[in-house]
């Protein structure tokens, strides 16, 4: 080949380069896009999505990838309960002193004279089992925390009280009736058995009536309580009273009443079905303890609250606005307890209890989930 002709060779040869170029840059920025596009539909489809409610706070490690959705499980799926646990002491239980304490009674809790900081307050020490829960079922973060603030203020003994009188010989004030909810976060004894939990029953062996308000079954759940409050003891009878099933099945029920078709508020109408009440009663109730939850959790700030519809949304903006916070930072500060010899804050007394999760299989329920 002469010079000429190679001259003119790297002439088009140059003059292609600049549309050789644009063509690669197209064609990464098509990949682009159909990456964005991927992730964006494989989010769409998990229950937990929303930017607001990624559990990461650091943004510097978001990246966008495309996105394996996670499989949805099946409401056959969802009433089978995923392990069985019990109860062997790894960590030794003390009874805490709680010098410096908000006191609450039985009897108070019976008649229900709490303020809204301390059931919170009190909730926080289960924080390692709803983490677990809500990681497992890819729910919100502090949506159970703030159900079962709600429901009994931590409390996994106390079952749903219809009624209440006083004991003609103490004069304490002490449940006499009862529908037959019972849970950390409260469910009814015929929907534990549909989802798998061992429940009290009328007769041994026999099945259980259907009905959603069993009194009769309450009774038997009031005697056992008026027995003994030791949950090592009562879990046995009612599987509803194992903190860490209780919570299990209280999410795979909700779940269950999950419909994606309901959109931004697909959520609060679960919460409804949930809870057999209207939003006024209950989901927005839950709401405002979960906006407190999530400034305690994020000093201050409001994180991990997705955005609903208008009439939801100002519900929430309202409650960002109250004193609700504040108030339950000033109890904190306040706080002083003593547990094995050891004095110190509320660190402390969420630190034994955390342990005492680990008592109830806690790691076990983790590895499985992993």
């Known amino acids: 080949m002469n010079t000429s002709n190679k001259l003119n060779e790297n002439k088009e040869s140059q003059a292609k380069k600049p549309w050789k170029i644009k063509e690669r840059i197209e064609n990464i920025q098509t990949k682009a896009r159909k990456g964005v596009t991927a992730a964006l539909i494989g989010l769409s489809l998990t229950w937990g999505l929303s ?32 392990i069985d646990l019990g109860y062997e002491e790894m960590n030794k239980e003390y009874k805490p002193n709680l010098i410096r304490f908000p006191k609450l009674s039985q009897e108070n809790l019976i ?15 289960r924080k390692p089992i709803t983490d677990a829960v809500e990681k497992k079922y890819d729910i919100p973060s502090w949506l159970l925390m703030a159900m079962m603030a709600q429901e009994w203020a931590g409390d996994p003994t106390l079952p749903n009280i219809l009624n209440r009188k006083a004991n003609p010989e103490t004069g304490n004030i002490e449940i006499s009736k009862s529908d037959w909810g019972l849970g950390l976060i409260h469910i009814q004894g ?7 939990l061992k429940v009290l029953q009328t007769t041994p062996g026999e099945k259980n009536s259907k009905k959603m308000q069993d009194t009769l079954l309450g009774a038997k759940i009031i005697e056992q309580y008026k027995k003994t409050t030791d949950l090592k003891i009562l879990y046995k009878y009612d599987e509803r009273w194992h903190p860490i099933l209780a919570v299990d099945c209280a999410a795979r029920f909700l779940k ?32 405002k303890y979960r906006v407190t939850i999530d400034k305690y959790e994020n000093q201050g700030e409001v994180k991990n609250i997705p955005e609903f519809t208008k009439w939801v949304n100002e519900v929430i903006e309202n409650e960002k606005k109250s004193k609700n916070y504040e108030n339950f930072n000033t109890l904190l500060k306040s706080i002083e307890v003593e547990i094995d ?3 110190g804050w509320y660190k402390v007394y ?9 008592n109830y299989g806690l790691q076990e329920y983790i590895n499985q989930t992993n």
């Open 350 to 358: 969420l630190d034994y209890n955390k342990e005492q999760c680990y």
């Open 341 to 343: 010899k050891k004095k």
């Open 256 to 287: 269950s009443k999950y419909n994606p078709k309901d959109w931004k508020d697909a959520r609060i109408l679960a919460l409804n079905r949930y809870s057999g009440r209207n939003w006024t009663d209950y989901a927005t109730k839950v709401l």
């Open 51 to 82: 930017s607001c409610e990624n559990r990461s706070t650091d943004t510097t490690k978001e990246k966008i990838e495309q996105v394996t959705p996670k499989k949805e499980l099946s409401k056959a799926e969802l009433k089978k309960k995923p």
């Open 111 to 125: 008649q229900w004279k709490i303020s809204p900081e301390e059931k919170i307050l009190r909730c926080l020490r």
């Open 190 to 196: 015929a929907n534990a058995e549909d989802f798998g």
